[in-house]
């Protein structure tokens, strides 16, 4: 029970994202993956982290530059040219 | 010889021989692959529409005049985010010449792990957790970082570079970059965890 205390699991959060780059080696990784076994609050850290970047990705997937502004871009840099349509 | 973006074979890759001869058609190219991502990189370092255009044009613009001396040792992708992270930079330190962009703290931070919501939101389906909402909240989630904490994230989660290359472009120790992208994800996350904890308890009652 000693590795599930609150303190424990605050010490670990500091390894999390290093934890989700896959820079987390050795005993620190094995410490870690052994503690999220069996502690559901750190495993739920873990996921919702994950999760987070994914709908940030996923937001900024999606957002497209304004036409205006990609034109603007072309004409400054003059390649109106070969601007494509909108 | 460029890492990742110069490989004939790929439509997506780019020729830096052309790029260094002022080859129109292939700098339109690049311009319109990432011009997009510079925008919003920008944009979201800054909040500001009118200054992350003026930071999109200077990138492109410098990046036209100094291709001739780009060595490749990063990508030219790698390349333009690098310029544009410190246009924006530069910007942010203009307005706030005093809060700059050394960040108030480096070290092992206890005040962002005090109080830490565990609740499981992951399995919600995405249409609940990409709503028209949720995204302004998301917006304002990102705004609520410091600059210098927002513009890690940016780089190394939204435009994907390395540890490395965001330390470098940054010119920032490694440590420093992953001490900042720890802080920057477990402030998002316990923001998104407290907005998605309170909108399944307000579904619920």
Redesign the interface.
Known sequence: MENNHPHH??EL??Q???Y??E?LKGQYLEALQSHLDGC???Q??V???????E??????EN???PDD??Q???R??E?D????ES | MDKTDNNPQDPESFSLEALKNGD??E??RL??KY??KI??LALRILND?QQA?DV??ET??KA?RSIGSFEGRSSVSTWLYRIAANEALMIIRRRKPETALVDEKDQ?D?EA?DE?I?????CMP?EE??TNES?KF?DEA?QKLSPALRVV?MLR??DGLS?KETADALELSEAAV?TR??RA??S??EQ??KYYHEMHHEVRE
């Open positions: 699991c605050k959060v500091k999390i994202s290093e989700l780059d820079e559901t609050d750190c739920n850290v996921n919702s982290m994950k999760k987070t970047i709908l940030f990705q996923i937001v900024e957002d497209s530059i502004v990609r603007r871009l072309f400054c840099l390649l040219d070969e601007c494509p | 129109k058609t700098f339109a311009v319109n011009s997009s925008y919003h529409p255009e999109l044009q492109f613009l036209f092992d206890d792990t830490t565990v609740t499981d939101w992951c995405e957790l990409l995204r998301m990102i994230f989660d939204i540890i992953k992208l720890l994800r477990l998002l996350r998104l965890s």
